[in-house]
């Protein structure tokens, strides 16, 4: 089942981000977010007028999806940035596409025209995902970030709505 977002959420969302804060490269985040971070997180979006979505099944959270402002001055108003994050054990069982579906019908009923998506490269899984959406690749910014000990570049793609 996808579903908005409810306050009592945020524990299972915690554990799913941090995953990716402390194993990966995915989130240019170093270190763990807290149970108030998310909280605000969420608030924003919403405040925002916003999607943030999550997957359940069998009452556990599986994964989730949110837009965000691509960028705060008000001519960016009808363009959002996209992201999903699906419990690494959680990966290949078609979360992501099904919370992608559910995101991107709730942009078109907010006449959201642009939706964006950033990707730290390589990671063909997610390109994969964003190209199942009909998302082409707009940019590519070499070595943009440095987690890990190495330097990472990311990649945007875009899909008018």
Do not use: C
Not at 31 to 60: F, H, M, Y
Not at 125 to 146: C, P, Q, R, T, Y
């Amino acid at each position: 089942m996808i579903r908005p977002v409810k306050p009592e959420d945020a524990s299972a969302l915690l554990d799913i981000y941090n995953y990716y804060v402390r194993e990966t490269t995915v989130t240019f985040e170093e270190e763990e977010i807290t149970p108030d971070d998310i909280q605000s997180r969420i608030l924003k979006v919403e405040s925002a007028g916003l999607p943030w979505l999550v997957a359940e099944t069998e009452n556990e959270i599986v994964g989730y999806s949110y837009a965000t402002k691509w960028k705060e001055r008000s001519a960016y108003r009808y363009s959002v940035e996209i992201s999903v994050y699906v419990d690494h054990n959680q990966q290949g069982n078609g979360w992501g596409t099904k919370l992608y579906q559910a995101l991107f019908t709730e942009l078109q009923r907010k006449n959201i025209h642009v939706a964006i998506g950033g990707i730290t490269l390589p990671n063909k899984a997610s390109i994969a995902l964003h190209e199942k959406f009909g998302m082409k690749k707009v940019a590519h910014f070499k070595e943009i970030g440095f987690k890990f000990g190495q330097w990472l570049d990311v990649g945007y793609w875009q899909k008018r709505l």
